[in-house]
């Protein structure tokens, strides 16, 4: 392909002469000694050899993402493994993710980058409309507009789609429908074409805020984006998404089945009242969520307790929690929108509940714990560390921040004496 082809033609740009291997305060010198001409045509080699490694990060960086292999590190996406593994920012991230994640379909517009024929400022502007039908007109374009003519071409192309759909007719309003189907659990709907539009799109919206493993299918991220929609319109939630629902739901589970550390599955081990039985990682993962009420019934299925123990934390305890930790504790993952309170350590009845065995998790996270993918184990107010599948530790510690107000907080004064 020739954006591989760019990479691989790309020759190393020498840089400021006689500097090679200097330090900084030698470069510096060099620079100063150069005249206008000199300083402007050494610049423009440099942007150029910019532009050839940025290129080669794109190419390499989608090759990585198209084989999913973020995932073996825990990581739920691209950007975020790149947040973690190089100790880049979110931005730089997310400049180079979504151009690396569409380079095999423009491989004219990244071969030109890795040439440094274009900028990477420019490639990202038309990436999204980008096809490999219009690559090749979109890099003769790039080479000539500047990066806002470049935006003024992509806006006037957007709008072109949205107003060469079609309103809705009346027919097409009178043809709305919500259907439930609750023995098999599932919706099915039609709208008219501009309320389908506008639900696809905040359903969408929503999915790019519920991180990836690289291998949950669409279809079931986009029905855990409809939960968010929901939880972020219930009562009390003034329109902000919350993980936790402010409806009652009663999980009838055998107190074996709450606090089983074995490790092993269980297909059938509790209750959903109304909904048939689930399965043990479906009983852990709801006794997480403090709006659910846990049930526990004795050997014959009687329910002998009903509703929270000390099991969850104060809400003066999770706003400490949530001002520590900030986001999500998995290393690299930023998600703070759907973020679930977690018990480092498994509550067992009469246990404690303390801070620093309770850690911000979002949901994919806090899914692989429970499935045991991956573990975690230390303190949330020192250190975490994480152990994935394939025995790679990594750590987590608190916002530095919250750290910084624990280490100047004044000491109590001993009281007097006598």
């Not at 107190?255 to 089983?260: H, I, Q, S, T």
């Not at 993952?333 to 679930?340: A, E, G, I, P, Q």
Request: charged share 25%; aromatic share 6%.
């Amino acid at each position: 392909m020739s954006a591989v082809r760019g990479v691989r033609g790309v020759r190393g740009v020498r840089g400021v002469r006689g500097v090679r291997g200097a330090n900084g305060a030698d470069l510096i010198s060099a620079v100063a000694a150069e005249s206008n001409e000199e300083l402007a045509s050494g610049l423009t080699r440099d942007f150029a050899q910019l532009a050839t490694v940025q290129g080669r990060i794109v190419v390499r960086l989608g090759e990585y993402g198209r084989r999913q292999a973020f995932a073996d590190d825990g990581a739920t996406s691209l950007e975020s493994w790149a947040v973690e593994r190089f100790g880049v920012s979110t931005t730089t991230a997310r400049t180079f993710a979504p151009v690396a994640e569409k380079a095999w379909d423009i491989p004219v517009l990244v071969g030109s980058l890795c040439a440094g024929e274009i900028s990477l400022d420019k490639v990202r502007v038309v990436a999204d409309l980008a096809t490999p039908e219009s690559d090749l007109e979109l890099c003769e374009q790039a080479r000539e507009y500047s990066v806002r003519e470049l935006t003024d071409v992509a806006r006037s192309r957007a709008e072109l789609a949205r107003t060469s759909s079609h309103s809705p007719t009346r027919s097409e309003h009178d043809a709305r429908f919500v259907r439930f189907n609750d023995a098999q659990r599932t919706m099915s709907a039609q709208f008219p074409a501009d309320s389908y539009a506008l639900v696809k799109a905040r359903i969408d919206a929503q999915v790019e805020q519920i991180p990836s493993d690289g291998e949950t299918p669409l279809d079931q991220r986009r029905s855990d984006a409809l939960m968010g929609v929901i939880y972020s319109s219930a009562p009390g939630s003034k329109g902000a998404p919350t993980p936790t629902s402010p409806y009652v739901v009663v999980a009838h589970v055998p107190l074996g089945a709450l606090v089983d550390e074995s490790g092993q599955g269980t297909d059938l081990a509790g209750e959903l009242e109304g909904q048939g039985m689930i399965d043990g990682e479906t009983v852990q993962r709801l006794a997480c969520d403090a709006t659910v009420v846990v049930a526990l019934d004795d050997e014959v299925g009687h329910t002998m307790y009903e509703g929270r123990a000390r099991r969850f934390p104060t809400g003066a305890q999770r706003r400490e929690v949530m001002r520590r930790d900030r986001h999500c504790r998995f290393p690299g993952c930023s998600n703070v929108t759907f973020t679930n309170v977690h018990h480092v350590v498994a509550w067992k009845p009469g246990g404690r509940t303390d801070i620093y065995n309770l850690a911000l998790l979002c949901l994919f996270h806090h899914g692989v714990v429970h499935r045991k993918v991956w573990t975690m184990s230390g303190n949330a107010n020192e250190e975490l560390s994480f152990v994935g599948p394939s025995g790679r530790v990594m750590t987590s510690r608190p916002s530095p921040l919250w750290t910084r107000v624990k280490t100047l907080a004044p000491r109590p004064r001993a009281s007097p004496s006598g």
